[in-house]
């Protein structure tokens, strides 16, 4: 039930509907970002004053076909593909909380996504994976709303997270964001023994840079076979 900031005549709570309509690599932002433009609609018509609005991201890996390559690159984190079946699973992806300003019947606001490269994070393992295609998305949506009741006064009700939408994200757009600040490059997090020995085996080596260092240490492994 919604709760009044003054005693008033009841007022119909607002339904609420959303809907994502797209989908943005942002150009200026201090780390990869995408933006989503989600629609907020009042089926009633309602003034709505304000939301504080929880946004669950999660990708329904299960509602996409892979090819060959991201078959391979997918099993280190769903394991072989014959225990798919068991292993594929929705992946949480990000929890942003955005405030949408006041409205009549609808509005869209931006819902920024931070990108992370860090690929133990599950999601950002996933998205890497990809080569191209779709992203199957699900939104859940929760938070409170800040409407104008009977008499004009304040009311606020929860938003109950039933509430939920989807969307495919092109994979070609969460690239442009994470190329934007990482071109044609991969972060990978080293123990700090495994740093130190190959920070010693670059200077023995003599190698301009730890790509090159790599590389010296992948031709060696490959040669002794």
Not at 130 to 136: K, M, T
Not at 168 to 185: G, K, M
Request: with cysteine; proline share 6%; charged share 20%.
């Amino acid at each position: 039930m919604a709760s009044t900031a003054q005693r008033s005549a009841p007022a119909s709570i607002p339904e609420l509907g959303f809907s994502v309509e797209g989908a943005t690599a942002l150009e200026y932002a201090a780390v990869p970002t995408v933006e989503f433009a989600l629609r907020v609609e009042a089926a009633g018509g309602e003034q709505i004053r304000s939301i504080l609005l929880d946004v669950q991201i999660q990708i329904a890996a299960r509602r996409r076909p892979y090819d060959k390559h991201a078959t391979e690159q997918l099993t280190d984190l769903f394991g072989t593909p014959d225990r798919w079946g068991e292993t594929l699973r929705t992946l949480p992806w990000a929890r942003p909380t955005v405030i949408v300003p006041p409205f009549t019947a609808s509005t869209v606001v931006d819902v920024p996504v931070t990108c992370t490269y860090d690929l133990e994070v599950s999601a950002a393992d996933y998205l890497q994976s990809l080569g191209a295609g779709e992203v199957p998305l699900e939104f859940l949506f929760s938070g409170t709303v800040f409407f104008t009741g009977a008499g004009g006064a304040l009311q606020t009700v929860r938003i109950p997270w039933t509430q939920e939408a989807e969307f495919a994200l092109p994979v070609s757009t969460w690239r442009e964001a994470i190329d934007r600040h990482f071109p044609n490059a991969a972060w990978l997090r080293l123990g700090r023994e495994s740093f130190e020995r190959l920070r010693a085996y670059r200077a023995r080596k003599a190698l301009a840079s730890w790509d090159e260092a790599v590389a010296a240490l992948l031709a060696e492994q490959e040669g002794g076979r």
